[in-house]
């Protein structure tokens, strides 16, 4: 943990002079750990950190999506998922809600059905708020869909906290009941990734075609 970053301020101020330094090095990862996600991304979709609009990208026309509303902190990030939603053939212009703010901004107002936490845990400056927030704006029988860097294998300057797989699965367990998950490592037999899906409630199904 950075010492200097002590309150929403300052955590501004470190994440937009550090954001995008790495970009280059998520571009090529973006399907090896977001495939597993398609089947089970739909109705109205939250996307934490969108960053230049690669994942929105690729999810962002999914048929059974309702709405789409993508977050940053940062006017770059915003202003670079809009021009990748703008790019010939990619046709998500007016399609998707593009807003910067703070995921705890956000309340339970609204609710979603999906939410995608990609790459953006190891950013926050409480990890475990930010599950519960995510949590606390989920529909009942929805979904939770994360990835974080696994130990340092993605490490990047503005990164706040590495995780294992033990230390991710105890973050999860943090969550209230009832909800049901499972985590996995990705590009095994060199761990890049930990996945995750968590879904509120009592009913477990976990694929739906």
Same mark, same amino acid.
């Given at each position: 943990m950075n010492t200097k970053i002590k309150d929403r301020e300052s955590y501004q101020r470190f994440y937009d002079e550090t954001s995008g330094l790495y970009t280059n090095r998520h571009v090529t990862g973006q399907w090896a750990?977001?495939? #597993? &996600?398609?089947?089970?991304?739909?109705?109205?979709?939250l996307e934490v950190g969108p960053q230049w609009g690669g994942t929105t990208k690729i999810f962002g026309n999914l048929p059974n999506i309702?709405?789409?509303l993508a977050i940053d902190i940062t006017d770059k990030h915003i202003e670079e998922t809009q021009k990748? $939603?703008? &790019?010939?053939?990619?046709?998500?212009?007016?399609?998707?809600e593009l807003k910067k703010c703070f995921l705890e901004d956000l309340t339970s107002e609204r609710k979603?059905?999906?939410?995608?936490?990609?790459?953006?845990?190891?950013?926050?400056?409480?990890?475990? $708020?930010a599950l519960h927030h995510a949590f606390s704006l989920l529909e009942n029988f929805g979904n939770i869909l994360i990835?974080?860097?696994?130990?340092?294998?993605?490490?990047?300057?503005?990164?706040?906290?590495?995780y294992t797989l033990e230390s991710f699965t105890a973050l999860v367990q943090t969550l209230p009941q009832p909800y049901y998950s499972w985590i996995s490592i990705l590009c095994e037999p060199t761990p $890049? #990734?930990?996945?995750?899906?968590?879904?509120?409630?009592e009913e477990w199904v976990p694929w739906e075609f």
């Open positions: 750990r977001c495939h #597993w &996600m398609l089947p089970i991304i739909k109705g109205d979709v309702t709405s789409y990748t $939603l703008e &790019m010939p053939g990619v046709d998500l212009v007016g399609k998707v979603f059905t999906t939410i995608l936490l990609l790459e953006c845990l190891e950013h926050f400056l409480d990890d475990q $708020l990835t974080v860097p696994y130990e340092d294998a993605t490490s990047s300057p503005d990164h706040l906290r590495s $890049l #990734w930990i996945a995750c899906q968590i879904r509120k409630g």
